[in-house]
């Protein structure tokens, strides 16, 4: 099957610092990319959907200059969360979207920020 | 606004016996369900999916039934084992939206030896 890969697996950073996550599909081109957030016990809630060379899309209520979201090729996508706060700790998995609606997911990258 | 709901956020089955995952949504313009499967920290990968046209799609020991009037769907799994044991997930989708997934908010089974 295809498989999406992130980075990095984890990452602990200060508070007002920035980190950035890579998504790569590894053994496809996606044109289309997800970003979501996970908090413990939830459901996945989708952030925005990065397109190959257009702005993402971003859903109501995610701060669009918080999370930049860049996707400059067919096989990359990056999320930058800038000036972190601790309550934007949480797990983030991406996903590339194959055919159909079909979406494979990365293994996810645990934040966590101080 | 949850569109997509998963009301039984545990479910606890023999080995051996069926699981029974349920779930309900709210927009008749969903097309396209999919089914996934989660373990801890991890990212959730694919099961089985259902396209709207279908009632039933079988693969293996995973069955995905749709009810398109009550707008509900099952996972039904037989026999379960116990790697069976995860956090179960439905999602939506609706073909204009660019494949934009919904999810619901997952059921963890625990399959006991």
């Known amino acids: 099957g295809a498989v999406v890969s992130q980075h990095p697996s984890r990452v602990i950073c200060k508070s007002g610092t920035s980190v950035k996550i890579e998504c790569r599909s590894l053994?496809?081109?996606?044109?289309?990319m997800f970003w979501y957030r996970q908090f413990p016990k939830q459901s996945l809630m989708l952030m925005a959907t990065?397109?190959?060379?257009?702005?993402?899309?971003?859903e109501q209520g995610v701060e669009k200059d918080k999370f930049l979201i860049n996707h400059a090729s067919l096989t990359l996508s990056t999320l930058t969360v800038t000036s972190a706060h601790p309550e934007d700790s949480s797990f983030y998995i991406c996903s590339a979207r194959g055919s159909l609606a079909h979406q494979y997911f990365g293994p996810g990258t645990r934040l966590t920020v101080t | 606004d949850q569109q997509v709901k998963q009301n039984s956020p545990s479910l606890s089955v023999q080995e051996g016996r069926i699981s029974i995952l349920n779930c309900d949504y709210t927009n008749s313009m969903f097309d396209y369900f999919l089914w996934y499967k989660k373990y801890p920290a991890e990212g959730p990968t694919f099961l089985i999916s259902i396209s709207s046209i279908k009632d039933k799609n079988e693969d293996g020991r995973f069955t995905v039934f749709l009810n398109k009037s009550a707008k509900h769907l099952s996972l039904h799994i037989v026999p379960s084992q116990p790697g069976d044991s995860a956090v179960y997930f439905c999602a939506a989708s609706k073909d204009n939206q660019g494949g934009k997934l919904i999810f619901g908010q997952g059921t963890e089974l625990s399959v006991k030896p």
């Open positions: 053994d496809f081109q996606a044109t289309t």
């Open positions: 990065s397109n190959e060379g257009s702005k993402a899309t971003y």
